[in-house]
């Protein structure tokens, strides 16, 4: 793959806090499919979730990535 072919990387990220994990994700899901529809992406290439922990080992914060082209 060249790297002038179109192809891109986006970051989304957001808190997580205990009782709202639902709302805190539609929100990263309405989030997510503005910047799709925005950026007139054609292509998803993948989607990928990761956590973050605080130093206790608790869930605090997802970070999802998402490669497109356009």
Request: hydrophobic share 40%.
């Amino acid at each position: 793959m060249k790297a002038n072919e179109g192809y891109h990387v986006r970051t989304f990220a957001t808190e997580l806090k205990i009782f709202h994990t639902m709302k805190e994700l539609e929100a990263l899901d309405d989030q997510v499919n503005r910047f799709i529809m925005d950026q007139n992406v054609k292509d998803i290439v993948s989607v990928s979730d990761a956590t973050t922990q605080d130093n206790t080992g608790a869930t605090i914060g997802l970070i999802r990535v998402l490669t497109y082209k356009t």
